[in-house]
């Protein structure tokens, strides 16, 4: 069994990702309403995933349980936290999660706050490590795997041993505010927005050029919209503070958007508006 927690956009997205290869999963969290949406959202996603062929054929998809407390961890194989990028709170967690299952490996699904750093909060540091898992989860087959100063070879066979049996390729890096990923995406979705802030081009146009003169698959505004514009400005924060580079904190147009509750798919209306394709 795997106890996720956070049931939000990642934490639904990696339950659907277990439970489709025969994984039970626990999903939980604090707000009640969150775990329902949670496991209705993963529900979604396994049948989605099971449209796109991202499930093994023949395994029966194994069941999801909401619950509400850190007790949730007791008996797990694995632990992964997938809850707001906030560090106080995450520490928070990992700690009570620790003392709950002890000797139990954690997985840290954090954007970019460094894993040593969310080490400190545990009794045995060598149990934590961070897996990136990217959005959708269930249909995005390779994941960074970050291996902290301090995180033993115990938690780090035990992640990539979980991510092969769910069909996931594991790219271990060092630790680093943003990782390799969020180190070069999300400085890129910023000034993509402050592209549209400077009224260069509207949003549609930026999206446009970059899928159709370089190649970026989705456009970085609709990726921005995928991630969820309050996390990613969460992951900028984060990274302007750890590397001291002013550049990186979230522009305004971002945190206009993210006041609004205009927070991108997960809310009907980030950069682009879903609310038609959502209805
Ligand atoms: N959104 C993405 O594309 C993406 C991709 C990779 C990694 N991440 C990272 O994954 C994590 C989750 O991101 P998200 O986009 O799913 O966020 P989200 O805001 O959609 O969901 C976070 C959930 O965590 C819950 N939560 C907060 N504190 C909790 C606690 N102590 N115990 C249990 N639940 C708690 C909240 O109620 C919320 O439902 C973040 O660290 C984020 O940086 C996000």
Same mark, same amino acid.
């Given at each position: @069994?795997?106890? =996720?927690?956070?049931?939000?956009?990642? $934490?639904?997205?990696?339950?659907?990702?277990?439970?489709?290869?025969?994984?039970?999963?626990? !999903?939980?969290?604090?707000?009640?309403?969150?775990?329902?949406?949670?496991?209705?959202?993963?529900?979604?996603?396994?049948?989605?995933?099971?449209? @796109?062929?991202?499930?093994?054929?023949? =395994?029966?998809?194994?069941?999801?349980?909401?619950?509400?407390? *850190?007790?949730?961890?007791? $008996?797990? /194989?694995?632990?992964?936290?997938?809850?707001? /990028?906030?560090?106080?709170?995450?520490?928070?967690?990992?700690?009570? =999660?620790? %003392?709950?299952?002890?000797?139990?490996?954690?997985?840290?699904?954090?954007?970019?706050?460094?894993?040593?750093?969310?080490?400190?909060?545990?009794?045995?540091? &060598?149990? +934590?490590?961070?897996?990136?898992? @990217?959005?959708?989860?269930? !249909?995005?087959?390779?994941?960074?795997?970050?291996?902290?100063?301090?995180?033993?070879?115990?938690?780090?066979?035990?992640?990539?041993?979980? !991510?092969?049996?769910?069909?996931?390729?594991?790219?271990?890096?060092?630790?680093? *505010?943003?990782?390799?990923?969020?180190?070069?995406?999300?400085?890129?979705?910023?000034?993509?927005?402050?592209?549209?802030?400077?009224?260069?081009?509207?949003? /549609?146009?930026?999206?446009?050029?970059?899928?159709?003169?370089?190649?970026?698959?989705?456009?970085?505004? %609709?990726?921005?919209?995928?991630? $969820?514009?309050?996390?990613?400005?969460? %992951?900028? &924060?984060? +990274?302007? /503070?750890?590397?001291?580079?002013?550049?990186?904190?979230?522009?305004?147009?971002?945190?206009?958007?993210?006041?609004?509750?205009?927070?991108?798919?997960?809310?009907?209306? $980030?950069?682009?508006?879903?609310?038609?394709?959502?209805?």
């Amino acid at each position: @069994m795997i106890t =996720v927690f956070g049931a939000g956009t990642m $934490g639904s997205a990696i339950a659907a990702l277990a439970c489709g290869h025969g994984l039970p999963v626990t !999903l939980v969290d604090t707000d009640p309403n969150a775990a329902e949406a949670g496991i209705a959202r993963a529900r979604t996603g396994l049948r989605h995933g099971a449209l @796109m062929g991202a499930f093994p054929q023949g =395994v029966e998809h194994a069941p999801i349980t909401a619950a509400h407390s *850190p007790d949730a961890a007791a $008996g797990a /194989e694995i632990v992964i936290e997938a809850i707001t /990028e906030d560090t106080a709170r995450k520490a928070k967690l990992l700690a009570e =999660v620790a %003392a709950v299952a002890p000797g139990v490996p954690l997985v840290t699904n954090t954007s970019g706050i460094p894993v040593d750093e969310l080490a400190d909060a545990v009794p045995d540091p &060598s149990w +934590l490590v961070g897996a990136h898992f @990217m959005n959708p989860a269930y !249909l995005i087959a390779l994941t960074e795997v970050i291996r902290g100063p301090r995180t033993g070879e115990a938690a780090l066979a035990a992640i990539t041993g979980v !991510l092969e049996r769910l069909g996931r390729r594991a790219i271990v890096v060092s630790d680093s *505010p943003g990782f390799v990923t969020s180190r070069l995406l999300h400085p890129m979705l910023n000034d993509a927005a402050r592209v549209v802030q400077a009224g260069t081009a509207t949003a /549609e146009q930026v999206d446009e050029l970059m899928r159709g003169c370089l190649g970026h698959r989705t456009g970085p505004l %609709a990726t921005a919209d995928l991630i $969820g514009l309050d996390n990613l400005a969460d %992951a900028l &924060s984060a +990274l302007a /503070e750890r590397t001291g580079d002013p550049q990186h904190a979230p522009c305004a147009l971002l945190l206009e958007k993210v006041a609004a509750g205009d927070h991108g798919r997960k809310t009907g209306r $980030g950069f682009f508006d879903y609310r038609k394709v959502l209805s």
